[in-house]
């Protein structure tokens, strides 16, 4: 479904609220893909000379603790906080729609042991077992090469999440795939000896847009925090990449001395989550004609 | 109703069996072993004797024989030895297993008892200024990273004006009632406020949906006080969903204290395991997550429980 009709099915109240959180989005996005070229490298290396500077002409939120400029590492940060959300959630919404398509179509058994599965993975305490499954070597699973590479730390954490990510895409679309599969044009394919594949992915995926995109977007804010508090913990972005949660993994010990250093990413986060969650909302409100009542 | 719960007890226990298999193979997946560990420690180790140790410890056995030696062995309650601690696994998470239930106790009330009032008040009359603001308070708490809430606590209550200790469970050669109290403070408000926004949003949503209901219209109709509608007929419904839900956050309540515990230095299960997988104490680390496991899933059943005696219809099928 394209952003036009959306917002011509909106009513103009309700685009205010889907417009507002849309605009944050895109000036964040838009000032972490820009924004490090404008301000130039330099102030990406390290000086010890001017730790923990005040704002400044050439710093404007100052320097951090190894004297780097603050506003270039949001910036930096920002870009791998913020591609790491997204593809990540890009990545548990393809799990999801495989895993909620074929338990919602096949039903019976499938679809308990999934549903059950599913479950599980909401309930248990997820963050201890992700701690395990950053701590795995890649060495045993098969996989040294790739722990080789430099960006070693971004595939990880985009496996990780996507592995627990999942759960509210699988649940949307199995409950949309189990009203899908009961029309006529469904049953007409199946009547025409259309294979359960042919049908899932040719019939009903594609009447599948809204949930999974209001899902995609809801999940977008879950995956950036989980994404910051594994890399403020140490097992997800490993510096000197900056992302927003790990740059606040120094934070506390300098707290007294520089506050604007736990500050700022912390708020980049609340923002950001804040927006795709508000955005999602309104999406569902919007291409949901049953929530709308509310 | 027992033939109900006797059933998900032996449901549990055999989710319990898997996820004990699944946990031990993954604390084998992670990089090194208790052998390398001790080569690390010393450097006059040969490789031979690295090998005879290995075979010591049974560590050249195959996968499902060591996981169903270490079984029977946690069956009888002994969970091996930490390395970290250098004490049995299980003595070192007793009293940390009491910290943690203290914390999420307290934080899993406090979070239920301002949610569920708000969550009403705010569902008598949706889409006004005050329902706004509730929505407005819920998100915000959903989507603050509950670690940098702790920061801004700290930063506020414990650097900026002093009134609070910034960690740790109690001073040190002061060991009163108070002074525990003063410790649990901050971790308590952050776990409180992390899991509030979720209870919020669906207290709200079942009140309003309830308030829709006919029943409600013929309470009203009949005379009933507002106070009668609102707790006797649509919060006893209402409190279906939420109770399930609540009961399902356990286990993000755990991931919750984890990170409060971490934030907070707080002796608990939460930082224990955090700990344990960092330090390489794979007893510990296996004790540690089966044991959250076990408490999550016992969780779960005490919802479906809770549920069954809110709606009675559950329980008879």
């Keep these: 479904m394209s952003a036009e009709l959306v917002l011509a099915r909106t009513a ?11 605009l944050v989005l895109a000036v964040l996005a838009l000032a972490v893909v820009l924004g490090p070229a404008l301000i130039g490298p330099a102030g990406a290396l390290v000086d010890l000379r ?107 954490i985009v496996v990780l999440v996507a592995l627990v990510g999942w759960t509210t895409v699988a649940r949307l679309v199995r409950g949309a795939t189990l009203s899908l599969k009961a ?42 925090l989980l994404e910051s508090v594994l890399s403020f913990l140490g097992l997800g972005v490993a510096p000197p990449l900056a992302s927003w949660g790990n740059m606040l993994t120094g934070a506390q010990e300098t707290i007294a001395l ?18 795709c969650n508000f955005l999602g909302d309104g999406l569902q409100q919007a291409l949901d004609p049953r929530a709308r009542r509310e | 109703m027992t033939r109900f719960i006797v059933l998900r007890l032996a449901q549990m226990a055999a989710v319990l069996a898997v996820m004990s298999l699944v946990i031990y193979a993954l604390i084998g997946l992670m990089a090194g072993d208790p052998i390398d560990v001790m080569i690390a420690s010393n450097p006059h180790l040969t490789a ?15 996968l499902l024989e060591r996981y169903l030696a270490w079984a029977q062995a946690a069956l009888h309650g002994d969970f091996g030895y930490s390395r970290l601690y250098m004490k049995p696994a299980f003595e070192v998470m007793a009293p940390r297993l009491a910290n943690t239930a203290i914390l999420m106790g307290a934080s899993f009330v406090l979070a239920l008892g301002m949610a569920l009032p708000l969550g009403i008040a705010a569902s008598r009359k949706p889409g006004s200024a005050f329902d706004g603001c509730v929505n407005l308070l819920a998100f915000a708490f959903i989507s603050v990273p509950s670690f940098w809430l702790a920061l801004m606590l700290i930063l506020v209550f414990a650097v900026s004006l002093g009134l609070l200790p910034a960690g740790g469970i109690a001073t040190v050669g002061d060991g009163g009632v108070l002074d525990r109290l003063q410790h649990l403070v901050l971790p308590v408000a952050t776990l409180t406020l992390a899991s509030m ?79 344990a997988v960092l330090g390489n104490d794979y007893n510990l680390a296996l004790a540690g997550l089966l044991l959250a496991t076990a408490m999550t899933l016992v969780a779960n059943l005490g919802a479906d429980i809770a549920y069954a005696a809110v709606d009675p219809r559950i329980g008879q099928r």
Excluded: C
């Design chain 2, 197 to 275: 926004g979720g209870h919020l949003r669906y207290v709200r949503a079942a009140m309003i949906e309830t308030l829709g209901q006919d029943y409600i219209r013929t309470a009203r109709a009949k005379g009933a006080g507002e106070l009668r509608v609102l707790l006797g007929h649509a919060l006893r419904n209402a409190l279906i969903p939420v109770i399930t839900v609540a009961a399902l956050s356990f286990g993000s309540l755990f991931s919750g204290a984890l990170v409060t515990e971490t934030m907070f230095a707080y002796p608990g299960m939460g930082k224990l395991i955090y700990d």
């Design chain 2, 48 to 62: 031979a004797d690295a090998a005879r140790l290995k075979a010591l410890y049974g560590l050249d056995r195959p």
């Design chain 1, 12 to 22: 103009p109240w309700r685009r205010k609220r889907l417009l507002l959180p849309a």
């Design chain 1, 50 to 156: 001017h730790r923990l500077a005040l704002p400044s002409l050439a710093h404007p939120l100052g320097t951090d603790a190894l004297g780097r400029d603050l506003l270039l590492r949001l910036l930096l940060g920002g870009r791998v906080s913020l591609l790491v959300g997204i593809v990540a959630a890009l990545a548990a919404a393809g799990l999801g729609t495989a895993i909620g398509l074929v338990s919602g179509y096949r039903g019976g058994r499938v679809d308990a042991l999934l549903m059950r599965l599913t479950d599980g993975v909401i309930a248990l305490p997820l963050l201890p077992l992700l701690v395990v499954l950053a701590a795995l070597d890649p060495a045993k699973l098969g996989l040294g090469f790739l722990a080789r590479s430099e960006d070693a730390s971004l595939y990880r």
């Design chain 1, 183 to 224: 029309q006529e044009f469904v049953r007409a394919a199946v009547a025409m000896g259309a294979r359960p594949l042919r049908i899932m992915v040719v019939h009903i995926l594609p009447n599948l847009a809204s949930p999974i995109i209001v899902a995609t977007t809801l999940s977008v804010g879950e995956i950036i």
């Design chain 1, 258 to 275: 520089a506050p604007q250093l736990a500050l700022y990413p912390g708020l980049l986060i609340l923002f950001t989550v804040v927006a």
